[in-house]
């Protein structure tokens, strides 16, 4: 188990090493039998930077995973992701886990600013892309997202206030509850642009449950495509 308990980075992480992943706290979690993370009344200030990598304000990617759990209470990131391949406020991918469990209490992305002009296809402000995992388990709760979301490029983008592609999992079970986002999205992209308040697209997922309690938005989303 690893623990986070009270820790205060302001810092900024950057690489410029080819498909090498970048976190505030953490670049990668790969390949354990069973790990748990606990995260609590921690902040992380500062950017985070890994032009063709996974990115996150904690940690980058988690993936390849028996038994992964998840857990962020009263944790705050505030900076800029400006570039990366999958990009989040707290995480950039998780990505085939057998079994995954995420709980977010009182947490916030605070002027948040993720931009990419050329690879960053997946945006959210709490998580870039969730993908390829089975038997999850994400549950939010008095969570917030504020800042801007924003990216020009010439394939799809996938942009989401709390995650931005949720994509080929299977039982899977996503509960959102006083999820509070004051997000201005922007997209151009050469083709097309998937853009929600919560999440960007749901697709190609098996026996997925999706329940949002009494969120709030004062969002706005623009999106524009030259073909």
């Known amino acids: 188990?690893?623990?986070?308990?009270?820790?205060?980075?302001?810092?900024?992480?950057?690489?410029?090493?080819?498909?090498?992943?970048?976190?505030?706290?953490?670049?990668?979690?790969?390949?354990?039998?069973?790990?748990?993370?606990?995260?609590?009344?921690c902040s992380h200030e500062g950017i985070v930077k890994a032009p063709t990598g996974f990115v996150g304000g904690f940690i980058g990617i988690g993936e390849y995973n028996k038994i992964f759990t998840l857990y962020f209470e009263e944790t705050k990131h505030t900076g800029s992701i400006p570039t990366g391949m999958c990009e989040g406020g707290l995480i950039g991918n998780m990505g085939n886990n057998e079994e995954m469990n995420i709980v977010l209490k009182q947490v916030s992305c605070e002027v948040l600013s993720v931009q990419d002009s050329v690879l960053g296809q997946f945006i959210g402000g709490f998580i870039g892309q969730v993908r390829s995992n089975t038997n999850i388990s994400f549950i939010s709760q008095n969570s917030t997202a504020t800042g801007n979301l924003s990216g020009s490029s010439t394939t799809d983008w996938f942009i989401g206030g709390m995650v931005g592609d949720l994509n080929d999992n299977k039982r899977f079970e996503?509960?959102?509850?006083?999820?509070?986002?004051?997000i201005t999205i922007n997209a151009n992209c050469n083709t097309e642009a998937y853009i929600g308040g919560i999440?960007?697209?749901?697709?190609?997922?098996?026996?997925?449950?999706?329940?949002?309690?009494?969120?709030?938005?004062?969002?706005?989303?623009?999106a524009s495509a030259s073909y």
């Open 199 to 222: 999440v960007g697209t749901v697709r190609n997922n098996n026996n997925i449950i999706i329940i949002d309690m009494a969120s709030t938005s004062n969002s706005s989303f623009t």
């Open 174 to 182: 996503f509960i959102t509850e006083h999820f509070k986002h004051d």
């Open 1 to 41: 188990e690893i623990i986070f308990d009270s820790c205060v980075v302001n810092a900024s992480v950057e690489t410029q090493l080819p498909d090498k992943n970048g976190g505030g706290f953490i670049s990668t979690v790969s390949n354990c039998t069973d790990i748990t993370i606990t995260i609590t009344n």
